[in-house]
């Protein structure tokens, strides 16, 4: 019998794991290409797995409820009904088809360390007052470099997230490494564990890899009433002519299209603004490609799909993936005056817009600094106040 791995996708460049929802088919179910077999909770949204070729649905499965390491096998597609694959428990520990990535340069595995390949037994989710994480065990889950690695940084491997795989390796450690010390629990109230979902912990992880980004901010006050009145007219969403309105500053002034990499500065070909969008939860970027070469209507249309996803929880990885620069607008808090945002990976800006008040809002652009300087930021800035005051001109 032909038995093909069904594994858990990788749906973006942060996920880990992904929580397997729920099953839409059950053992034994016939499958066509491209039906929907289960749905997936990513640190983004909610995807569904398909089925890549004609078949039965076989067992084990993997337990719905539960996160599971990306790539490792939820099921089979079988080519003839399976017989007794229905009775087959799920397995306890998905098995991954694919290696884990290596430890980073900055820490080589010595040639006699070898990193163990079986995946450690999941730890217990401590719960109730005043629990104490439990310590994990030693002689397992653990590769020796890492082990070593550990004691030579102080780091408590018990706070250590392991990776994909289940196994705490060197990168794991140089992360918690990087992160500093733990809080000291038991010298406050009584406490709980309350698990991170996974966009809670993938914006979580976003956050820490910015810390190396040098970074300074410019504010201005700009009159908004100009903009928000044309907004009502053409029946546009404000925030949708704000990215436009970002997009076309940066378009006049291209470093800050561009990226801050080792090798060298990469320069982007057209510009693409990522707006941040709150839900349950986190929150997501979705893009807005081309914003500046492209009529006002398309970008509507685009934007009116995205918003529609981001509600169904359908957004995919190349819906948020690949912005250049970021637009994080909280101007429907009217309590906001003003705040500070941090400028994402993989761009050198992003503009904050706080609320109204008087006609005015506050608006603060965060930069990396190896990218722009701060004259750049005012001939941007100036641009943007200039094209707030003239919508029509660009409608």
Avoid at 48 to 55: I, L, S
Avoid at 277 to 298: K, M, N, Q, S, Y
């Amino acid at each position: 019998m032909k038995k093909e791995p069904i594994t858990l996708p990788v749906l973006s460049d942060t996920m880990e794991t992904g929580h397997l929802a729920r099953w839409l088919k059950a053992v034994g179910d016939p499958v066509k290409k491209g039906d929907v077999l289960a749905e997936v909770e990513s640190d983004k949204a909610m995807m569904e797995v398909e089925a890549f070729e004609d078949g039965y649905l076989a067992g084990p499965l993997a337990q719905a409820g539960t996160d599971i390491p990306v790539r490792a096998v939820i099921g089979y597609i079988v080519d003839s009904p399976p017989d007794s694959a229905a009775s087959e428990p799920p397995p306890a520990h998905p098995e991954p088809v694919a290696e884990p990535a290596p430890a980073p340069e900055a820490a080589p595995r010595p040639a006699d360390a070898p990193e163990p390949s079986a995946p450690a037994s999941p730890a217990p989710r401590p719960s109730g007052h005043r629990a104490a994480p439990a310590h994990r065990d030693s002689r397992a889950g653990v590769s020796p470099y890492a082990r070593g690695l550990a004691n030579e940084l102080d780091v408590d491997l018990a706070n250590v997230k392991p990776g994909p795989d289940g196994v705490i390796r060197a990168a794991q450690v140089i992360a918690a490494a990087m992160q500093g010390p733990s809080p000291d629990l038991d010298a406050g109230p009584a406490w709980h564990y309350k698990l991170l979902t996974p966009m809670h912990r993938a914006v979580a992880e976003n956050m820490i890899a910015t810390l190396s980004t040098p970074t300074f901010r410019v504010s201005s006050q700009l009159s908004i009433d100009t903009l928000h009145q044309a907004a009502k007219e053409a029946r546009q969403s404000l925030s949708l002519l704000l990215a436009r309105a970002l997009a076309l500053s940066v378009h006049e002034h291209p470093r800050f299209n561009e990226v801050y990499t080792p090798a060298a500065l990469v320069v982007r070909e057209r510009v693409d603004v990522g707006i941040a969008v709150d839900v349950p939860g986190g929150l997501v970027t979705p893009v807005i490609r081309d914003a500046a070469g492209r009529p006002v209507a398309e970008l509507a249309e685009d934007w009116r799909i995205l918003k529609d996803k981001v509600n169904k929880q359908r957004l995919v990885p190349e819906d948020y993936s690949g912005a250049t620069v970021y637009l994080s607008n909280l101007g429907l808090f009217d309590v906001v005056s003003s705040f500070e945002a941090i400028v994402p990976l993989g761009a050198a800006a992003i503009l904050a817009v706080g609320a109204a008040h008087g006609g005015i809002a506050s608006f603060t652009l965060s930069c990396d600094h190896r990218v722009v300087y701060g004259a750049d930021a005012a001939r941007l800035m100036q641009t943007l106040a200039d094209l707030l005051a003239t919508p029509g001109d660009w409608l």
